[in-house]
């Protein structure tokens, strides 16, 4: 498989913390991998690295073979790299269509005018959102709310979307909805890395997963494998 994301020998201080210690793993182009680990193992870290909103102390990100971790992050975004948030960011006196232009102007060649309109329109329908774009962003439940905030994240076009507990907070038939979703962009595609702590959402999604723990990867590999090894049940059971 071909690797899409490289990250080799990643490390982040904060002071004298090490909040990320020499964290190296790949992510293959086409695959869902998650990266997990109790609270404060240095998973939201890595990923704001990854996207260049906090600059590595040592190591280096790789996309498709090229050097990305000294970018500005707008430049990172620029070569296909998007990505959602814990919590949801939204700008709620616009409408749902609205949202997605105002993501569509930051991509490399912006769409403006009806083009955007109409690709705000298109990027919410593939996240089943299809004739809701005029509605308020602040009318929308929940998991609505998390579908607009994905139709952003595409909007950029991204090769490598990174997905920091998307699914958390949805109920146990929004869950199937999520996953769904996730899956659909796997099949269009898309490489996907998340940080999740819904287990039973990381067995159905992930082929792959790599596990922190206070800064420290601590195990990788197949999911099945790597929930049933000790090492990583006791850091999650000391957490
Ligand atoms: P996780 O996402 O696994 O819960 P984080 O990456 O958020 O973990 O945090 C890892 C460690 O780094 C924690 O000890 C946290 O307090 C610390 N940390 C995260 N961001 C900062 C920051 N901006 N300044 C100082 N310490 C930070």
Redesign the pocket.
């Known amino acids: 498989m071909t690797q899409l994301l490289e990250i080799t020998g990643l490390k982040?201080q904060?002071?004298g913390?090490t909040?990320?210690n020499d964290v190296s793993f790949s992510v293959g182009e086409g695959e869902i991998a998650a990266l997990l680990?109790?609270?404060?193992?240095?998973?939201?870290?890595?990923?704001?690295m990854i996207s260049g909103a906090?600059s590595p102390t040592a190591g280096t990100i790789a996309l498709a073979g090229e050097r990305i971790s000294h970018l500005a992050p707008h430049r990172i975004a620029h070569k296909g790299v998007s990505r959602t948030f814990?919590l949801v960011k939204i700008l709620p006196s616009l409408t749902v269509a609205e949202n997605v232009v105002a993501a569509l102007a930051f991509r490399r060649d912006p769409l403006w005018g009806s083009r955007a309109t109409e690709r705000a329109h298109e990027l919410l329908a593939e996240v089943g959102l299809a004739g809701r774009g005029g509605e308020h962003a602040d009318d929308l439940t929940y998991i609505d709310q998390k579908r607009m905030e994905l139709a952003r994240a595409l909007a950029a076009e991204p090769r490598l979307l990174l997905l920091?507990e998307w699914l958390s907070g949805l109920n146990p038939t929004e869950l199937r909805v999520g996953i769904d979703l996730i899956v659909s962009l796997r099949d269009r595609g898309m490489t996907i890395l998340l940080?999740e702590h819904i287990m039973e959402a990381v067995r159905a999604l992930c082929s792959r997963a790599v596990v922190?723990n206070?800064?420290n990867k601590i195990a990788e590999g197949p999911t099945a494998e790597v929930l049933a090894d000790p090492v990583v049940i006791s850091a999650y059971l000391g957490e």
């Not at 680990?37 to 704001?48: A, D, F």
């Open positions: 982040k904060f002071g913390l909040a990320v680990g109790p609270n404060g193992s240095g998973k939201t870290t890595v990923l704001n906090l814990q920091d940080v922190m206070v800064g």
